[in-house]
């Protein structure tokens, strides 16, 4: 397979995609398929009548994203990922246009459990803070054990009258409460999870808990008033407790199952941007950024060794990590692509999906990476 990807960083919405298209017909390649992360700045009226206009094909999906990445550039505009097929590869489109639907669970699990061999790669909206519980039921409905072919994140937007508006695009459709997934068919590929972040100090138990917000952890004590004595004599802006994120532990064996970001501080409750559960046990962490950067050489060099050489490699990497990485943010796809010599495509997300660490079911997840490296078959 040939894959590419280009940016763009033109201001309106109809010189960026005129310029993509310029630059893939610049390289004399008829393309088979087209993903497109665009930034929200330039709206959603418009998007697929200009990618209809300029790239004539119903081969395409798009999505919003504050940043993405072209190679290994972090870029706010559009960043393209054109991919021409060399073998028997295909994509196949799968989509669902309000996760609120009645049936939209059990088709799309239906749908996964028919396609077992396949890579699916899972680009999503926001769903108003409901695609954690959404992944954690669809985890409980697919029949097949080694789950090691889905991968995918939440689009990123603006908050718009409290509302953070995150669209998914293809054909004529503007999805705004559900997904599409693309699924690849006749490739190899593998899945890396990049943490690195180290638990510290005390496990607590979550005693009250509703949705994505924590009210009372050991003996009833109020999680509001201990995170907020943490953050004495810290500027009270919420983005510093994303460098301590709180680490869930798994029931059985005490691991990291998965991280929770802090989204908001009040007096009663403290609300994180994934769900958490009465009973779960956890610890807060600390990421330093040396040790991130460590973890994702690790990820990306125990991905090597199942594909040594891929066509291109996706990074779905959370928004709070971008904000503790601080100036060294980009140096995250530099060892991807430097490990994996191959383009890198992807952005910086409202949550990740994957696999947990054993592979044995879906998770939806925070300040992670996820990176996949995939390759058409011979």
């Not at 028997?88 to 669970?105: C, D, H, P, T, Y």
């Not at 054990?145 to 004529?172: A, P, R």
């Not at 919420?238 to 029931?251: G, H, K, M, T």
């Not at 950024?289 to 460590?294: A, G, H, M, T, Y």
Request: hydrophobic residues 35%; negative net charge; aromatic residues 16%.
């Amino acid at each position: 397979m040939i894959a590419t990807v280009n940016c763009s960083k033109e201001n309106s919405l109809y010189f960026a995609l005129k310029e993509l298209k310029e630059k893939v017909s610049n390289l004399k390649t008829n393309f088979d398929f087209f993903i497109f992360a665009i930034h929200p700045k330039y709206g959603y009226e418009d998007v697929t009548y200009f990618i209809n206009k300029f790239f004539k094909t119903d081969n395409w999906i798009a999505f919003h994203a504050l940043d993405a990445f072209s190679n290994t550039e972090i870029v706010e505009g559009i960043s393209l990922l054109s991919l021409k097929f060399e073998k028997n590869g295909r994509i196949g489109k799968f989509l669902v246009e309000n996760i609120e639907e009645q049936s939209a669970l059990e088709r799309t699990a239906d749908y996964l459990n028919r396609n077992t061999g396949k890579l699916h790669l899972i680009f999503s909206g926001l769903c108003e803070h409901n695609m954690g519980y959404f992944i954690e039921n669809l985890s409980n409905l697919l029949n097949y054990s080694y789950v090691n072919n889905i991968i995918g994140g939440l689009s990123s937007g603006f908050e718009n009258d409290g509302e953070v508006l995150t669209y998914q695009f293809t054909e004529n459709k503007v999805i705004k409460n559900g997904f599409v997934i693309l699924s690849f068919d006749n490739f190899d590929f593998e899945i890396g999870i990049s943490l690195g972040f180290r638990p510290y100090g005390i496990a607590y138990t979550i005693e009250d808990a509703s949705g994505y917000r924590i009210y009372k952890t050991d003996d009833g004590k109020n999680f509001s008033y201990l995170v907020q004595n943490l953050m004495k004599g810290v500027e009270n802006d919420v983005r510093n407790l994303w460098y301590s994120p709180i680490n869930i532990l798994d029931e059985k064996d005490g691991y990291v199952a998965t991280m929770r970001t802090f989204r908001k501080v009040e007096k009663d409750y403290v609300e994180f941007y994934g769900p958490v559960k009465k009973g779960q046990k956890f610890k807060f962490s600390y990421g330093d950024k040396d040790e991130i950067l460590e973890e994702d050489r690790r990820v990306a060099l125990k991905v090597k060794k199942s594909i040594r050489y891929p066509d291109v490699i996706l990074n779905f990497s959370c928004t709070a990590r971008q904000f503790v990485l601080e100036d060294l943010n980009y140096v995250e796809n530099e060892i991807y692509t430097q490990v994996l010599n191959a383009p890198l495509f992807g952005f910086f997300t409202y949550g990740e999906i994957g696999p947990d660490k054993f592979f044995k079911s879906l998770k939806f997840y925070n300040q992670t990476s996820l990176l996949v490296a995939l390759r058409e078959k011979q």
